[in-house]
Nanobody, 121 residues
Framework: QVQVVESGGGLVQPGGSLRLSCAASGSGISINAMGWYRQAPGKERELVAT???????NYADSVKGRFTISRDSAKNTVSLQMNSLKPEDTAVYYC???????????????WGQGTQVTVSS
């Protein structure tokens, strides 16, 4: 019932920029933290950035200063502005949303299907 959908991936040259967007939706839910992870070929999925309900952010050292995460809580959306992209940023980027269902006490993390980001000349 919970849907998490990413968009905005594509092919860019080194030094270029991309903006990824993610929308979480569902009935009877409350969304807490949201974030972005990525997985490159042959690598484990790793944290890129997260943002809390209050707007506190956390970034991987490898993207700090280049990427910016933001959210619109009213719309249950989160964005990742990626600047100064490097070939090593090439990966499938996954959006996640931590969700609490009405009447429940546990939080579950839902994932989108991912969007491909390729940085190559």
């Amino acid at each position: 019932q919970v849907q998490v959908v990413e968009s905005g991936g594509g092919l860019v040259q080194p030094g270029g920029s991309l903006r990824l967007s993610c929308a979480a939706s569902g009935s009877g839910i409350s969304i807490n933290a949201m974030g972005w992870y990525r997985q490159a070929p042959g690598k484990e999925r790793e944290l890129v950035a997260t943002i809390s309900t209050a707007g506190s952010t956390n970034y991987a050292d490898s993207v700090k200063g280049r990427f910016t995460i933001s959210r619109d809580s009213a719309k249950n959306t989160v964005s990742l502005q990626m600047n100064s992209l490097k070939p090593e940023d090439t990966a499938v980027y996954y959006c996640n949303a931590d969700v609490v269902r009405s009447g429940a006490i546990l939080t579950y993390r839902y994932w989108g299907q991912g969007t491909q980001v390729t940085v190559s000349s």
